[in-house]
T-cell receptor, first 108, second 112 residues
Framework: GIQVEQSPPDLILQEGANSTLRCNFS?????LQWFHQNPWGQLINLFY???GTKQNGRLSATTVATERYSLLYISSSQTTDSGVYFC??????????FGKGNQVVVIP | DGGITQSPKYLFRKEGQNVTLSCEQN?????MYWYRQDPGQGLRLIYY???????QKGDIAEGYSVSREKKESFPLTVTSAQKNPTAFYLC???????????FGAGTRLSVL
């Protein structure tokens, strides 16, 4: 099945810093999503981005489908950005395959 | 408020006991999903249902059972056959053909 790899697995940021999270996937996809899981476990969908670039406030995402990767940018990080960021791709029959996540800690 | 409600937040299971996790949605979504999350791991699919009265096994269905008698409800039973049930369980529902999934707040299951 399709493989999803995320890097780096862990990241510690000073508040105000910028960062880039990466998601590589092993096969062509027509659906890629980024999620944020807060420290209490709630997952929120950040972006639906099978290709191209989108921005939402301090977050933006870019997917280069032909090269099988996606990037999530966090600018001017805040402590509320802490948590785990998951990349997920469609793997047929309306199922998603999730990566293991990027654990982000933002310190004040 | 529209959303997905999971209950209880915390659940403890005794040896040999079956327990049921509740998932209810009022988003009018057709498809619903159950995932298991272990520390440091991604989400693994247990069962999913794309329509009422129909469901399919996911990647780790052994030791679990589900039902889908109503569009709004997709309960998950963790049976005594599941020997390592301690995990965080997440329920999701899907909006439309883009397969954008929306998640409940989760249930943490532990073994006594």
């Amino acid at each position: 099945g399709i493989q999803v790899e995320q890097s780096p697995p862990d990241l510690i940021l000073q508040e105000g810093a910028n960062s880039t999270l990466r998601c590589n996937f092993s096969d062509s996809v027509n659906n890629l999503q980024w999620f944020h899981q807060n420290p209490w476990g709630q997952l929120i969908n950040l972006f639906y981005i099978p290709s191209g670039t989108k921005q939402n406030g301090r977050l933006s995402a870019t997917t280069v489908a032909t090269e099988r990767y996606s990037l999530l940018y966090i600018s001017s990080s805040q402590t509320t950005d802490s948590g785990v960021y998951f990349c997920a791709v469609e793997r047929g029959n309306n199922r998603l395959a999730f990566g293991k996540g990027n654990q982000v800690v933002v310190i004040p | 408020d529209g959303g997905i409600t999971q209950s209880p937040k915390y659940l403890f299971r005794k040896e040999g006991q079956n327990v049921t996790l509740s998932c209810e949605q009022n988003l009018n979504h057709d498809a619903m999903y159950w995932y298991r999350q272990d520390p440091g791991q991604g989400l693994r699919l247990i069962y999913y249902s794309q329509i009422v009265n129909d469901f399919q096994k996911g990647d780790i269905a052994e030791g679990y059972s589900v039902s889908r008698e109503k569009k709004e409800s997709f309960p998950l039973t963790v049976t005594s056959a599941q020997k390592n049930p301690t995990a965080f369980y997440l329920c999701a529902s899907r909006l439309g053909a883009k397969n954008i999934q929306y998640f409940g707040a989760g249930t943490r299951l532990s073994v006594l």
